[in-house]
């Protein structure tokens, strides 16, 4: 890390960090989340595969997401993020330029795990956390735009990679995402810098704000955020079904979750800002009671302009869980772990994803409909309000406690 006597608040570099940050995870986020999402059907009809199984290609990658996650944010304090991103970067392309050219399902799993594990794992939290520690005030809002960046990218990336196969076939489309990823963000992440040091500093504070052990914060997060992400993948995974179910068409029950996504890009930025003005707990505990307060609601919905209005209100305050989430981790842990700590947290959320997606899908299986799917994610959603609730009482009973 560099030693300078500046703050980091009095240089204007923090903008770059911002920038070259929102662009590396839109574009690479969108491709490894939810990217695949244009090539499912094309899959299909060239190769002969389920559905079933191409969605696990999706899985596999979020799975290497998660695991690399574990790992890469200790790799980030230790090597330096430019090194770590460089890295993952060059991993996300090289598997997608690979995969292009793959003819058996078990190589597109292979080659997805490692590009979430090496490429996504390298950059979601390092990236996150670098973003955060430039910006000793507003961080808030700073991480809520990165979110809201990464947002756009997964539906932007998806939405484009439509054109790009039907003029060129699926295979050029996958190589040319992959080309566009090495030769546009292999020259940004040169730009990014490890947060400079004040003079009187000889590196990070290895101490929590609040006076708890950094591994106590660290458990805390990850338990709640499990529940708080399987109450938000039930709506993710299973909105588009449930209204198809009502008997609307494929194009209008997509277009209830387009809503619902456009409509998160202003809340994670409006939150992010909140968190700023109130505390990052509080208004974590806002967004996720916001969650939980309407995700069961949507089974009592059964008109298309109901369900439209009710994501567009819904989207606003689910986006801003993952954005406060975000900033709890950034002023809860030790300013020398943040970027260890937000990959384990991160994690753990992907965990959570994965299980709310599978028990929507099971519960649905087993009954019929969604009503038990969706209540467990309403469930989730009080266990995870309850765990932070008890987070924020035990750090603002310490005299040292983060603000509120």
């Known amino acids: 890390m560099q030693n300078n006597s500046a703050t980091t608040e009095e240089q204007p570099y923090r903008w770059v960090i911002l ?28 190769q002969g595969w389920s559905r079933a199984e191409i969605s696990l290609i999706n899985t596999a990658g979020l799975v290497g997401l998660a695991l690399g996650s574990l790992v890469m944010g200790f790799a980030a304090e230790k090597y330096g993020i430019r090194r770590v991103a460089l890295f ?10 690979v995969a292009s050219r793959a003819s058996e399902l078990w190589q597109f799993y292979i080659l997805f795990l490692a590009a979430g594990a090496f490429g996504g794992g390298a950059l979601s939290a390092p990236l996150m956390a670098l973003v955060g520690s430039w910006f000793l005030r507003g961080a808030g809002l700073a991480i809520g735009i990165v979110s809201a960046g990464q947002a756009l990218g997964q539906g932007g990336v998806p939405f484009t990679a439509t054109y790009l196969i039907e003029a060129l076939g699926w295979r050029d489309a996958m190589a040319l995402q992959g080309f566009i990823t090495l030769v546009a963000l292999l020259p940004l992440a040169l ?13 990070l504070p290895d101490e929590t704000p609040s006076g708890l052990p950094n591994s106590v914060i660290t458990i805390w997060l990850a338990v709640a955020v499990v529940f708080c992400c399987v109450c938000m993948a039930v709506p993710l995974m299973h909105l588009v079904p449930l209204v198809q179910g009502r008997g609307f068409t494929p194009p209008e029950a997509g277009g209830v979750l387009f809503t619902m996504l456009m409509v998160a890009i202003a809340g994670r930025l409006a939150f992010g800002k909140l968190a700023d003005v109130i505390g990052a707990i509080p208004a974590y505990l806002l967004a996720s009671g916001w969650q939980t307060a309407l995700v069961f609601g949507f089974t009592y919905l059964g008109k298309l302009d109901s369900f ?3 994501a567009a209100v819904y989207g606003f305050g689910y986006a801003g869980v993952m954005t406060t989430l975000l900033v709890t981790v950034r002023n809860c842990a030790a300013p020398a772990r943040r970027a260890s700590t937000l990959g384990i947290v991160v994690a753990f959320a992907y965990l959570g994803h994965g299980l709310g997606g599978w028990q929507g899908g099971y519960f649905f299986d087993v009954t019929g409909d969604y009503t038990w799917s969706y209540g467990i994610a309403a469930i989730a959603g009080i266990i ?21």
């Not at 993952?88 to 330029?97: F, H, K, M, N, P």
């Not at 730009?191 to 590196?203: H, I």
């Not at 995870?384 to 509120?404: C, E, F, K, Q, Y």
């Open 308 to 310: 439209y209005l009710y």
């Open 19 to 46: 920038i070259v940050c929102s662009v590396i995870l839109a574009l690479t986020m969108g491709q490894l989340v939810n990217g695949l999402s244009a090539f499912v059907v094309p899959l299909e009809t060239s």
């Open 384 to 404: 995870n309000l309850m765990i932070v609730s008890a987070l924020w009482l035990t750090v603002n009973r310490r005299p040292s406690g983060v603000p509120a």
């Open 88 to 97: 993952g970067i060059a991993s996300a392309g090289v598997a997608t330029l």
């Open 191 to 203: 730009l990014l810098r490890d947060m400079p040091l004040s003079a009187n500093q000889t590196a």
